[in-house]
């Protein structure tokens, strides 16, 4: 164990907490045990199985059953006058937070200083560690361990780190489901199944909540998209989606994890705004999941006063960036007093708010601990940040035993053109590291001095342009700029729209392309450092010219396109060819022209931003082509020529996922994919590795590639573990958490009403079927199926048995299942046995051929068996009865498959649930 982690722990108040989370960590579905078999060998019943479930954990281990700081939090409200209790109920705009409550000095009330923390703490004061704190891998990676302990281990120095920068509020976890592939948060999350969502969420808050920090489970609720966040996107969706895959994770989360506060989404469900949806907040949230905490709105994301505080919204966070807002609206600061004093909102309302909030600031230490600025312990974070990394890499192909590299390689190129930096997503969730390891430096250090490791780039860099929907960009090989040397185009960035005076900025941009308003917001942009940085002063009035000439490579016939908002001009040879008119949405406009190879035309490409986006002010724009069959950019080229010359090549891919826009595909950007083409064939040992927020399309370029390595956003240690993982010195054990489809049309999710909507609404027409289970109820066969992961071991499945016990503090019963794995390789490795149940024995409504019901993992050496018990969730026994409003499992036999993944079914038998006996 770290010593970080022994003074983390050394430092806790929360001893009961602690001890919940020990009796849950042997309770937990990662953790291997023995059955004990229940004598009576009778059937659970539909009772027994949800009673179990419910009483898991029993209340008085938990900060909201404190009855202590319940009777504080009441004497303390005594004391307050109205306009204190309302200014506890929305937050300041406050530069050095994510978000911010300021400090009631009368009373004593410490402010709430929130940190941004999917995946780690966002620092934003600078005076504090530089704002450097510990980057580790993304949620969705971590979700790829299915290892709840490491969940709890993740959220507790995610914690650590915010108490010991100033926060005493994280704003984590994200337990969205990742129902559209190309969704631009994803990475945020833990994925598309519920249950796995909602076990890795609980144990990040308990994580979190052991130290004198509170957790905030988000974004409340149907929240799957980032097209239309901000201008009023609805899910429209029916009572059985929303309860069984949205909200189950919450259900999870609140019921093993126990946050002291939640955050309400963007968007709108079913028409209403989900930060003034009282069948969402009051019904489902409060009353149904008997959530304690406080609900706050996201940046932005409150849209009245007296709806949103009747239906359940407690602290109302700023923003009004919105273009439906004035600047400086507070829908709860004077408008809530004027309300309360008129009658429409009763102080009874106002009272719970604040109750809501007090009660976990005093349980969880925030009066009696306040957050301590201290150094943080870089070195050894860093290295919990590579174990995470290096249990979270998913080995999605290995063919002909491609991996590990031997020690007979003498040589690797390594190519792509951020394998020499890390990589992680954009938005509210992107961490300044406190250091960083590439892919390349991971690979150099561990191959040593006997080994010879050579890189290029292969590509040019990848910036937010990548989500503007289109062709590629012109590549900078065939682009040289109006003025100076090398390739690319002269750009000059206006702070006015009609290109007068001075540039702010007059530089050479390696192409045409720009995705302005959020993406550039400091601190959130997530382009490559290979990309001269374009200024946030560009959102508003701007305009941009690039400048230069294009190089034809071939003969033939070349369609040049332009993808943006605002008005745009492209002029070839000085006539204009394309000419936009004003847009706020993307729009795209191509024409086709015939070059001669080797023929040299003059480029200017104009944009202005005389009509911004509906939900941003920034340009967007991007100078794209579809060259003629064969075209190939020397970059890639060049990459082929090192490969050749390699005993081994690997190839370092990437994405852009961020907060604010969703990917317009599933392809690799900026011809990517043409160079992992072109270096597989000049090397037939040629590694993929794959640094992404989520699944990329493989199914065109990977025929000819032996190894492909999907490693996320692995933090700020991932080069270290990508080569721990080449190189053999881990095995890999990561399993998806999500579906990887063989293209972005071949999902339940594919149609345009679906994602991303026609007009606002965005129909879930698929229902429960989301992620695997609608691959599997709609016969559509993905590139690789949820819960797939290889290793470099072997292992052998036997010895299926059911059982049922007793539940946890002997209420109800529990069903759990008993199977022997054997490793039947070479080297020690680890399994994730995953248990699936479905269809349900019901004919009322459709259920799932397959739904997650339990895992187990089990590290074994080369040739050891073991029995490893898998617990179930009763929950994915039973289908939410709309009539009835609650959970329903049906008696009868229940089909029960195991294996290694949703698709790699080892063992197959069947459960008997018997049938409830009315009183």
Same mark, same amino acid.
């Given at each position: 164990m770290h010593s970080s982690t022994i003074r983390r722990q050394g430092r806790r108040r929360l001893m009961l907490i602690a001890a919940a989370s020990t009796a849950l960590l042997l309770a937990s579905p990662t953790v291997a045990g023995a059955a004990n078999d229940d004598p009576g060998g009778e059937a659970a019943t539909a009772d027994q199985l949800l009673a179990a479930e419910a009483y898991a954990f029993p209340p008085g281990n938990w900060w909201d059953s404190s009855t202590s700081d319940k009777r504080r939090a009441a004497a303390l409200l005594r004391q307050m006058t109205l306009e204190e209790k309302v200014d506890m109920l929305h937050g300041e705009i406050n530069n050095f937070f994510g978000f911010y409550n300021a400090p009631i000095d009368r009373l004593g009330i410490p402010a709430l200083t929130m940190a941004d923390g999917p995946a780690g703490t966002r620092i934003a004061n600078p005076d504090v560690n530089g704002q450097r704190s510990t980057q580790l891998p993304s949620p969705l990676a971590l979700a790829a361990t299915w290892n709840a302990q490491l969940g709890e281990q993740y959220g507790d120095l995610a914690g650590s780190e915010a108490f010991d920068t100033g926060h005493n509020v994280l704003l984590s976890p994200a337990v969205d489901i990742a129902r559209v592939a190309q969704a631009g948060r994803a990475f945020e999350a833990y994925g598309e199944d519920p249950l796995l969502s909602g076990t890795m969420g609980?144990?990040? $808050?308990?994580?979190?909540?052991?130290?004198?920090? @509170? /957790? =905030?489970?988000?974004?409340?609720? %149907?929240?799957?998209? #980032?097209?239309? *966040? $901000?201008?009023?996107?609805?899910? %429209?969706?029916?009572?059985? +989606?929303?309860?069984?895959?949205?909200?189950?994770?919450?259900? &999870?989360?609140? *019921?093993?994890?126990?946050?002291?506060s939640a955050m309400c989404a963007f968007n709108a469900v079913n028409g209403v705004q989900a930060c003034e949806n009282g069948e969402l907040l009051n019904k489902i949230l409060k009353e149904q999941l008997k959530f304690q905490g406080w609900v706050m709105s996201d940046y932005g994301a409150t849209h009245s006063t007296v709806p949103a505080v009747l239906n359940g919204l407690d602290q109302e966070m700023p923003g009004n960036f919105r273009p439906d807002q004035q600047p400086g609206t507070c829908f709860f600061c004077g408008p809530l007093i004027d309300a309360?004093?008129?009658?429409? %909102?009763?102080?009874?309302?106002?009272?719970? +708010?604040?109750?809501?909030?007090?009660?976990?600031?005093?349980? $969880?230490? $925030?009066? =009696?601990?306040?957050?301590?600025?201290?150094?943080?312990?870089?070195?050894?974070?860093?290295? #919990?940040?590579?174990?995470? !990394?290096?249990?979270?890499? @998913?080995?999605?192909?290995?063919?002909?035993? +491609?991996?590990?590299?031997?020690?007979? @390689?003498?040589?690797? !190129?390594? &190519?792509?053109?951020?394998?020499?930096?890390v990589v992680q997503g954009g938005g509210s969730s992107q961490v300044k590291p406190t250091y960083t390891v590439s892919p390349l430096e991971g690979i150099q250090a561990r191959a040593g001095s006997g080994v010879t490791v050579n890189h290029v780039a292969g590509s040019d860099p990848v910036t937010s342009a990548a989500l503007v929907p289109g062709p590629d960009p012109i590549p900078s090989d065939f682009l040289t700029p109006a003025t100076g040397t090398g390739n690319g185009l002269r750009a000059e960035y206006f702070l006015n729209l009609d290109f007068s005076g001075t540039p702010e900025l007059d530089r050479t941009d390696p192409y045409a392309g720009i995705y302005?308003?959020?993406?550039?917001?400091?601190?959130?942009?997530?382009?490559?450092?290979?990309?001269? +940085?374009?200024?946030?002063?560009?959102? /508003?009035?701007?305009?941009?010219?690039?400048?230069?000439?294009?190089?034809?490579?071939? =003969?033939?016939?070349?369609?040049?396109?332009?993808?943006?908002?605002?008005?745009?001009?492209?002029?070839?040879?000085? !006539?204009p060819i394309i000419q936009t008119a004003p847009s706020t949405t993307p729009q795209e406009t191509s024409v086709d022209v015939d070059l001669t190879a080797g023929s040299v035309h003059e480029l200017r490409a104009e944009n202005v931003n005389d009509a911004p986006s509906a939900t941003d002010n920034g340009p967007v724009f991007k100078l794209g082509w579809v060259p003629p069959d064969g075209v190939v950019a020397p970059q890639a080229l060049a990459a082929a020529d090192l490969a050749r010359n390699a005993q081994a090549a690997v190839v370092v891919v990437r994405d852009y996922s961020s907060e604010g826009g969703d990917r317009p595909n599933l392809n690799l950007p900026n011809g990517q994919e043409e160079v992992i083409r072109q270096v597989a064939a000049a090397n037939p040992n040629t590694v993929v590795v794959v640094t992404s927020g989520a699944g990329v399309e493989t199914s065109s370029w990977e025929a000819g590639v032996p190894a492909i390595l999907q490693a996320w956003y692995g933090g700020q240690e991932q080069g270290n573990a990508i080569a721990n993982i080449l190189f053999g010195d881990v095995n890999p054990s990561g399993k998806l958490p999500i579906t990887v489809p063989t293209d972005e049309a071949s999902t339940p999710v594919s149609s345009p009403e679906q994602f991303p909507g026609v007009g606002l609404d965005q129909q879930f027409s698929e229902g429960i079927f989301v992620g695997y289970r609608g691959y599997e109820e709609y016969g559509i066969t993905p590139q690789y199926a949820f819960g797939h992961g290889l290793s470099y071991t072997s292992f052998d499945y036997s010895k299926l048995k059911t059982s049922t016990v007793k539940g946890k503090n002997g209420v109800g019963k529990q069903l759990k299942v008993d199977v022997t794995v054997r490793n039947s390789g070479s080297v020690a490795g680890r399994e994730t046995v995953q248990v699936y149940v479905g269809p349900l024995p019901t004919r009322e409504v459709p259920t799932a051929a397959k739904a997650l019901a339990g895992w187990a993992q089990v590290d074994l050496q080369p040739g050891e068996r073991k029995k490893v018990t898998v617990t179930l969730s009763a929950e994915s026994l039973s289908f939410w009865d709309v009539d009835r409003d609650r959970w329903r499992t049906p008696s009868g036999d229940v089909p029960l498959f195991v294996g290694s993944s949703s698709d790699d079914i080892r063992l197959t038998g069947d459960l008997r649930i018997g049938r409830t006996v009315q009183q």
């Open positions: 609980a144990a990040n $808050l308990r994580g979190i909540q052991s130290n004198p920090v @509170v /957790g =905030d489970i988000k974004h409340y609720n %149907v929240y799957t998209q #980032e097209t239309n *966040r $901000l201008a009023g996107g609805n899910a %429209v969706i029916d009572e059985r +989606a929303l309860q069984e895959i949205y909200t189950r994770p919450y259900a &999870i989360g609140i *019921r093993d994890g126990h946050p002291g309360v004093n008129a009658g429409q %909102v009763p102080m009874s309302r106002i009272d719970d +708010a604040v109750t809501r909030i007090l009660r976990p600031m005093f349980a $969880l230490g $925030l009066f =009696d601990n306040p957050p301590v600025i201290q150094p943080l312990p870089e070195a050894e974070h860093g290295a #919990e940040a590579r174990s995470i !990394a290096e249990q979270a890499m @998913v080995l999605l192909k290995n063919d002909d035993g +491609a991996l590990p590299l031997t020690g007979r @390689v003498g040589s690797i !190129a390594v &190519i792509g053109a951020d394998a020499d930096t302005g308003g959020f993406f550039l917001f400091s601190g959130f942009n997530a382009a490559s450092p290979h990309f001269p +940085a374009q200024p946030q002063s560009v959102n /508003g009035n701007s305009s941009i010219r690039w400048t230069g000439s294009l190089t034809a490579p071939v =003969d033939g016939s070349y369609e040049l396109s332009i993808v943006a908002t605002g008005s745009s001009t492209l002029y070839l040879d000085g !006539a």
